[in-house]
């Protein structure tokens, strides 16, 4: 279930409860593909992933988007996959907050080319941690990837304050 799965994105208006955001998204889904559509259990599972993600937030019963997950939900870059695949792997996890979101600098000198796809260590522009192997979101080339990276970090920047440092 990707956020906005949902045509619109039931959550794109602001604080939703999360069993209102179950009936939308379960509604729609088995509009479209019948019984494939994901159980309920499969739902609190992506929920919980997008929570450790910092894409979505519990405000009491309810769910509402983190200023990332506004980026991820609303941005026309790319697909929407590309960003939540970005916003999972290319963040600090110990830096990133509400307020400031820290992307890792890409080490370019440590690029590898996979069956995959393009992957490079990356090291977070805050408190120096590095991260090895970091994967390039799906079906982007080197010159892709630099595009794509330079464009999420101006974009997030109307959202919170970005740390990290461009590309080339």
């Not at 994105?9 to 209102?20: A, F, I, Q, V, Y």
């Not at 479209?32 to 992506?46: D, M, Q």
């Not at 695949?85 to 979101?101: G, K, S």
């Not at 000198?109 to 522009?125: F, K």
């Amino acid at each position: 279930m990707a956020i906005g799965s949902c045509g619109e994105g039931p959550l794109r208006s602001g604080e939703m409860p999360t069993h209102e955001i179950w009936k939308a998204v379960h509604s729609r889904q088995s509009a479209k593909v019948g019984p494939l559509a994901h159980s309920k259990s499969n739902f609190y599972e992506r929920i919980k992933t997008l929570s450790s993600c910092g894409i979505v937030q519990r405000v009491g019963t309810d769910l509402a988007l983190t200023e990332l997950g506004k980026w991820v939900a609303n941005s026309k870059m790319r697909t929407q996959n590309d960003r939540l695949a970005f916003a999972d792997t290319w963040l600090c996890t110990n830096c990133t907050d509400e307020r400031h979101i820290v992307v890792l600098a890409p080490l370019v000198e440590t690029l590898q080319r996979t069956s995959s796809g393009i992957r490079m260590d990356a090291a977070c522009p805050s408190c120096g941690r590095k991260n090895m192997y970091v994967p390039a979101p799906s079906g982007m080339d080197v010159d892709c990837f630099v595009t794509f990276f330079n464009e999420a970090i101006a974009e997030l920047g109307q959202y919170a304050e970005v740390i990290s440092k461009r590309i080339g």
